[in-house]
């Protein structure tokens, strides 16, 4: 936590031949950089190559993330049930344990790769208690496809 007072030390110190306006915006977009959840740096940096909700729906690499919450979250799951599948994927990506077979078709299995169990669940959290960014074409392709295992 050392460094956060560092940073607002430098924009104090920035600050000082601002208006008091100036000030004020720099520090409130400061303290939403420092509330935010190490989770979702973590997923932007480690998950997004592939499950970025920038892409173009034809482009995808990857389902984007929302996709996967959906899939993995339903009324009455808990956290650490979630945060317990997503670690189970992660350490053992296969067919067999693959709740988006239809992901599978279009994009073929994830690769496998190895992230510490802290950091899947850093993500998981983040992902469980935090809205996810949507791409703009999801939400009429989600309820299209809905039932069909088609993301
Ligand atoms: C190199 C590209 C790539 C990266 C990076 C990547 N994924 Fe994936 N992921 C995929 C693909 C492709 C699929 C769809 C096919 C599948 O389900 O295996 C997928 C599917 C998933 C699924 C659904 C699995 C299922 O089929 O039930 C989860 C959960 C998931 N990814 C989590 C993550 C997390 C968390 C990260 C970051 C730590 C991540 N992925 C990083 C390519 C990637």
Redesign the pocket.
Known sequence: MRHLGYILGLVLIGCTNNTQSDYLAVSISEEKIIQEHPGKR??ET??Y???TPETEMENR???PMIA?KR??ISEGTTKEEFQKE?LN??NN?TEA?????G??RR?????N?K?SED??NS??EYIFENEIEEPIWFEDHFQKRKGRGNH
Do not use: D, T
């Not at 344990?97 to 077979?101: E, T």
């Not at 994009?107 to 690769?111: I, N, S, T």
């Open positions: 973590l997923m480690y998950c190559a592939c499950h690499l990857a389902p996967v899939h993995y997503m994927w992660m990506p344990n693959s709740k988006m077979p992901a599978i994009f073929g299995v994830m690769p790769q992230f950091i899947i993500i998981s």
